[in-house]
């Protein structure tokens, strides 16, 4: 008798705790085009590993470090939670900003590549920099000093109103800036390493023929809408 | 004064199967050599730092000069990391010392292929020593080079994309096991103290 209700103090001991979150997870978005789509800008073979090797594992990653985050948080492991948080960050970050780059690019006959005058983002970066060429001078400038890996972005600022052209290391997402991202380009070395070798910049000169334009103008009415 | 790409102490199939020629050729003329002409460029311009070594550069510079400076002796130290001889297990004094910091070769084996295959982004992993010839593991971020913390390299594995895409594409962990297979033992203990 005693012997039971000891194991049913214990058993009631060693029930779960309330969590207070619940891992969420997450999935890889499919690609809006077929891997060969925006080839020979960027050819299916690079498309094909950078979806579904890279970002996948973005993602995997990611709901992994969160089962991790969620059980840590249940047991009240702080320590454990903030050693998870570069995880994090880090694949987050991936799923993040690949979840972009898809949207910001497109075949040329779906648009790629032509930057409408009539596009409100496009009057904006003609006001600032002159025109869409010395934009992209710049920003092709900018993306390809980065050091190690990281994207080029062009991002909404939602206080001053304006457009701004900066960089980012490794993942990291352009919200940590507080920026709103409209265009991203990858630079890590496996978004064009199999097409351009260690030719960064001609990678930068070549992927304005697919950038989704119409997407850019989207994500800049969204983020300018008062 | 101009600053010299080491040659490469191999022919650069020498490493074949397990790194291609096509990768040694970008891997030393295009990244390597890279950095050498932009440190070229840069000291043109008669800056006060033109014509230091590159470890002075990399303790006292900062920035792209240091990133140039640093890249040079990370890859002529990576080249001199493996050997066409190499691989197997460790011999001599570095097998000692190795037992002695982590239990086996085994147990080193897995530690330095977790922090080479989990580093975030591009960077290094290092095997070094300090004074007292106690070896540690440690990885660097992109350009970064442990001699600016003190510590003495024994042994380096680049896991930036550009050392494994050719031949291995994402799979970075199997590229790590195939350093294994080339890691010069020889160059290991001649870092010792």
Known sequence: MMITSRRLLNNAAKAPSRSFSTAKKFSLPALPYNYDALSPVISGNIMELHHSKHHNAYVNNLNAALEQYADAESKNDVGKMIALQSAIKFNGGGHVNHSIFWTNLAPTKEGGGFADPKFHVVQAITKKFGSVEAFVTKFNSQTAAVQGSGWGWLGFNRNTHDIEVITLPNQDPLSVTGLVPLLGVDVWEHAYYLDYKNARPDYLKEIWKVVNWKNVEERYLEASKK | ?193
């Open chain 2, 1 to 193: 004064m101009t600053y010299e790409l080491p040659p490469l102490p191999y022919a650069k199939n020498a490493l074949a199967p397990h790194l291609s020629e096509e990768t040694l050729n970008f891997h030393y003329e295009k990244h390597h050599r890279g950095y050498v002409n932009k440190l070229n460029q840069l000291a043109a311009e008669k800056p006060a730092w033109a014509g230091k070594s590159y470890e002075e550069l990399i303790k006292t510079e900062s920035g792209v000069v240091f990133n140039q400076a640093a890249q040079i002796w990370n890859h002529t130290f990576y080249w001199k990391s493996l050997s066409p001889n190499g691989g197997g297990a460790p011999t001599g004094k570095i097998a000692e010392l190795i037992n002695e910091a982590f239990g086996s070769f085994d147990a080193f084996k897995e530690k330095f292929s977790a922090a080479a295959s989990g580093h975030f982004g591009s960077g290094w992993a290092w095997l070094v020593r300090d004074d007292n010839n106690k070896l540690q593991i440690v990885s660097t971020h992109d350009a970064g080079n442990p001699i600016k913390d003190g510590h003495n390299p024994v042994l380096t594995c680049d896991v930036w994309e550009h050392a494994y895409y050719i031949d291995f594409r994402n799979d970075r962990p199997k590229y790590i096991a195939t350093w294994w297979n080339l890691v010069n033992w020889e160059f290991a203990n001649s870092n010792l103290k």
